[in-house]
């Protein structure tokens, strides 16, 4: 009897402590986990039926989480969404920007078309915060080109350019001229502050937090095995010792 109270001990023991290292797996996978989304409009290009902006975005200051996307193609008149994974508080900066920044031509229809890129450089910074309960919320702020003011929204906005305003003596006629130009959007940084429902992100809102589902499934089913087979073993070396031990008496 002495050595069946062990051996029921030992397997006590055994599912006790998988129990403990299962739970602080979904503890862990629960609360020290978000994925902070960063929202970038793009604008309606009505000559096009499937005008794209590639975008990409870039870690500015160290130890910055890698984005989940580094580049990013939009339909135009569509808001892109850049996603971070992020599992520690902290301040993190990163730049989006449009990953051709030189002149294009795009032929369509036989009409010939020159396409300026938006050269805006968005400054984006990302303040992750943990509560008491381990709960994690972000916020996100952005500015354009440097610039020490906030901007609302991330925006791109291309532009057709016209063969007219390539040539440096009628370049003055066409800025000047209204009617002229009234078809095409203007070439200067995108600095708009209005406000997009699907691209402004609250500043302090919470966000999804990850749940247990993203747990290492692969860890717990190891440990729950070795457990079992720790078990097993356990009981059919008691139960033999114990056969010896009545024998013997």
Not at 219 to 228: K, P, T, Y
């Amino acid at each position: 009897m002495k050595a069946l109270r062990k051996l029921l001990r030992l397997v006590g023991i055994c599912t006790l402590s998988f129990f403990v290292f299962f739970n602080e797996c979904v503890n862990v996978g629960s609360y020290n986990a978000i994925t902070a989304q960063i929202p970038v409009k793009c604008v309606y290009m009505p000559e096009f039926d499937d005008y794209t902006y590639d975008l990409s975005i870039e870690p500015v200051s160290d130890g910055s989480p890698i984005p989940n996307e580094r580049n990013l193609s939009v339909l135009h008149d569509n808001t892109g969404v850049f996603t971070i994974n992020v599992s520690q508080s902290g301040t993190f900066r990163y730049k989006i920007f449009e990953s051709y920044t030189d002149d294009e031509i795009i032929i369509q229809d036989g009409i010939i078309y020159n396409i300026q890129h938006d050269m805006s450089v968005y400054y984006i910074t990302l303040f992750v915060t943990e509560n008491d309960d381990g709960k994690m919320n972000y916020s996100i702020t952005a500015t354009a080109d440097e610039n020490e003011f906030k901007t609302d929204s991330v925006k791109f906005k291309d532009k057709i350019v016209l063969d007219e305003e390539f040539s440096e003596d009628e370049s003055s006629d066409e800025e000047s001229s209204e009617d002229e130009s009234s078809h095409y959007e203007s070439s200067s940084p995108v600095t708009e502050s209005s406000v997009n429902s699907q691209a402004s992100v609250p500043p302090d809102s919470d966000k999804t937090i990850f749940t247990g589902d993203t747990a290492n499934t692969g860890i717990v089913i190891s440990m729950f095995l070795i457990s079992l087979c720790t078990s097993l073993t356990i009981i059919l070396f008691g139960r033999k010792h114990f056969k010896e031990g009545d024998d013997i008496e």
